[in-house]
């Protein structure tokens, strides 16, 4: 999997060890799980069960995840962008994020997704897309700073394990065949 790096970030698989610091920076924080499909996690064994199941995915051959680092610290993970579907033949990716709160509004999160929209063009995907709840402006802001453009509302469920559903916005970037995404 491609380390991606970024003026002030490093975008790296996620590795034995990591659970803690997903943990103290967003697992175990309500204000990140609310607008998220997850319950927050009250104990770090549930973090570090998610963490086993990202290395196995990964030992699979899933390499659409990265936690994000910054530059300066390579160990402590501060939050993840990934690719949490795929549709049309393998065509359209949807990306899902997270940040520690305490390094919100410092325009990391949208240094990181604009890293892996560019790596997921060039990896061939021809449409990137995202969703964020109604409520949750500052997700929006993200992905139309990274040059998303909304295209319409949907509902889906609010947390995996309930029925209750609420509106999501979709924003979507297509990849411009005009610009040329390096390939590895
Ligand atoms: C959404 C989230 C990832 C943003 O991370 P971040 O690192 O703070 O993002 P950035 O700093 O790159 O950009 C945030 C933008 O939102 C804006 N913003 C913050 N709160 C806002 C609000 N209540 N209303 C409108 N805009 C808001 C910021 O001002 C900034 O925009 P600007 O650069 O034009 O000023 C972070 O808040 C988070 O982890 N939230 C909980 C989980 C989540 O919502 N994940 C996304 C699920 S769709």
Not at 104 to 119: L, S
Request: charged content about 35%; aromatic content about 12%.
């Amino acid at each position: 999997m491609s380390v991606l790096l970024t003026e002030r970030l490093r975008l790296r698989p996620f590795r034995d060890g990591d659970a803690e610091a997903m943990f103290r920076n967003w697992t175990n924080d309500e204000e990140v799980a609310r607008f998220c499909r997850w319950y927050r996690h009250k104990e770090l064994k549930s973090t570090k069960w998610l963490l086993d199941l990202y290395l196995r995915e990964a030992a699979e051959g899933f390499d659409h995840r990265w936690g994000i680092t910054l530059l300066e610290n390579d160990d402590e993970v501060i939050g993840s962008v990934e690719v949490v579907g795929v549709k049309n033949h393998d065509q359209n990716a949807e990306i899902g994020y997270v940040m520690a709160r305490r390094y919100w509004n410092k325009g990391y999160t949208t240094e990181a997704v604009k890293a892996v929209i560019e790596e997921l063009f060039r990896c061939g995907y021809t449409v990137v897309c995202g969703r964020r709840h109604t409520d949750n402006p500052a997700s929006g802001r993200v992905m139309e700073k990274c040059g998303m453009h909304f295209t319409g509302m949907d509902r889906e469920v609010r947390k995996y394990t309930e029925y209750d559903m609420c509106d999501v916005m979709v924003y979507e970037i297509v990849r411009d065949d005009n610009k040329m995404y390096q390939q590895e």
